[in-house]
């Protein structure tokens, strides 16, 4: 048996959410895997037309590494402004993410060897918000088909000097609405940001063209996920690196 139906199923139901507004999600469209999931991936992005302008990658539960593409009309400069209908949300990370001087090919990669690919690393706030909904209510791999979740990504201040920081150790602070809420020293999941690059490129599994030069690519969260209900100010920084703004507005539905 083929996972061809719920696979196609799953590709408009997404299509049309990101058209008319977010969707419901079925049991019966879940992806057979993560192979799957890529497909979707590939697939909803040919629908729309859209451009890849970076990645989002990482590790899910079981320690298996995963990307998600960030589309490139998605990805704005702080400071930003976006809107939230009222009743809506959307999660907001705090995130290093590196913009790449070249291409990355999908292969067992040393970390020397992506370092010297990297242009710059920049200080980002990621917004999440799955279309069909996110986990534990939607399953990881329909999350994984849905571009990770990823609703957009504002980038802001950024260095080519990061390779004389410590990124295992970098501060990141937050702010919402000028409240103090993060104040860290590190924080990243697997300690080094560098290292779900070095994962996804060695798992090999790309349908959209893999990692390429101008690309910005996000490894994780230095901050605890910070669910938004209405309009809110997000301020953060990280030292050496800079700073980025975001302010959500609350809209009519």
């Known amino acids: 048996m083929t996972d061809t139906l719920p696979h196609d199923a799953l590709v408009a ?7 008319h507004g977010t969707g419901r999600f079925e049991t019966a469209l879940a992806p057979a895997d993560a192979a799957a999931a890529m497909r979707v991936q590939q697939a909803v992005a040919q629908r729309l037309g859209a451009l890849v302008g970076g ?13 998600g593409p960030l589309y490139q009309a998605d990805i704005v400069r702080s400071p930003a402004t976006r809107p939230l209908a009222a009743g809506d949300h959307v999660i907001v990370e705090v995130e290093l993410a590196f913009r790449l001087a070249r291409d990355l090919p999908s292969r067992d990669t040393p970390r020397d060897e992506i370092v010297a690919a990297i242009d710059e690393a920049i200080v980002g706030i990621e917004l999440i918000r799955g279309r069909l909904g996110e986990p534990p209510a939607v399953p990881f791999l329909a999350w ?10 504002v980038t802001g201040g950024s260095t080519r000097d990061f390779r004389n920081l410590d990124l295992t150790r970098l501060r990141c602070r937050l702010a919402v609405d000028g409240k103090p809420v993060h104040d860290k020293v ?3 999941p697997q300690g080094d940001p560098i290292e779900p690059i070095r994962a996804w490129l060695a798992r090999g599994d790309d349908t959209l063209g893999g990692l390429r030069a101008g690309h910005v690519v996000t490894t994780g969260s230095f901050t605890t996920p910070f669910r938004a209900e209405g309009a809110a100010r997000f301020e953060a920084s990280m030292d050496g690196i800079g700073e980025v703004r975001l302010e959500l507005e609350t809209r009519a539905a």
């Open 55 to 67: 990645w989002k990658v990482g590790f899910g539960a079981d320690g298996v590494p995963f990307a």
């Open 144 to 153: 994984i088909a849905d571009n990770a979740g990823n609703a957009g990504y």
């Open 13 to 19: 139901r997404l299509v049309d959410a990101r058209r």
């Open 186 to 188: 590190g924080g990243h």
